[in-house]
């Protein structure tokens, strides 16, 4: 075997791996595609009959329930996104940053279907925004309440977070100012003595 036998096969085997991998992203797209329709057709309805049948047609439990779900599914991903940026450069922060944004997905995806019955054009979002007119009641504009107090909440505490920090610099300045020995000034030369 010569030298460009070896390289015209190497050749080969590298146009046979991009070509497998250019068959596997058209694959992954397609199937995406297709998991996206068939969700976009399910979820907005099946979502809105879970709220019924926790709201039974009440508006006080309509208005308790859109609290409860707008600030702890807003909140919580609101923070988790705050750990995971704040370990990202420690030891196997990579890890858990990467854990914890699951995590914020997951705990935001009831206040994300209920986006999908409020934003959606289709006609299962048209059904779910009827299903939570009759049997859940208040619940959407609650729903809206309750991501605004979890916002606010969200920046409180980015606020106490940033002053803290702000906090902790300043006195790590003055420690550092008060460990240096002070510098002695030199009398200023004034010519014959």
């Given amino acids: 075997m010569t030298t460009g036998e070896v390289q015209s096969n190497g050749q080969k085997s590298t146009a046979i791996v991009w070509?497998?991998?250019?068959?596997?992203?058209v694959a992954t797209l397609v199937?995406?595609?297709?998991?996206?329709?068939?969700?976009a057709s399910f979820i907005?309805?099946?979502?809105?009959?879970?709220?019924a049948n926790t709201v039974h047609g009440s508006f006080s439990s309509g208005i308790w329930w859109g609290l409860?779900?707008?600030?702890?599914f807003t909140l919580v991903p609101l923070l988790l996104l705050i750990f995971a940026v704040?370990?990202?450069?420690?030891?196997?922060?990579?890890?858990?940053?990467?854990?914890?944004?699951?995590?914020?997905?997951?705990?935001?995806?009831?206040?994300l279907m209920t986006l999908t019955i409020v934003f959606g054009g289709n006609n299962a979002a048209h059904a779910g925004e009827r299903i939570l007119d009759v049997d859940a009641p208040a619940f959407r504009?609650?729903?809206l309440v309750g991501a605004i107090i979890a916002a606010l909440l969200f920046a409180l505490v980015l606020g106490l977070m940033g002053k803290r920090g702000l906090s902790?610099?300043?006195?790590?300045?003055?420690?550092?100012?008060?460990?240096?020995?002070?510098?002695r000034s030199t009398p200023p030369m004034t010519g014959d003595r």
């Fill in 31 to 39: 199937v995406l595609v297709a998991a996206y329709f068939i969700l």
């Fill in 141 to 143: 504009g609650a729903n």
């Fill in 19 to 25: 070509r497998n991998r250019a068959i596997m992203v």
């Fill in 68 to 72: 409860v779900y707008g600030i702890v």
């Fill in 44 to 51: 907005p309805r099946w979502w809105a009959q879970r709220l």
């Fill in 168 to 183: 902790r610099h300043k006195a790590a300045k003055a420690a550092e100012a008060a460990q240096q020995p002070p510098q």
């Fill in 86 to 111: 704040r370990v990202w450069k420690k030891k196997g922060g990579k890890f858990l940053a990467g854990a914890a944004a699951i995590v914020a997905l997951v705990c935001a995806l009831p206040n």
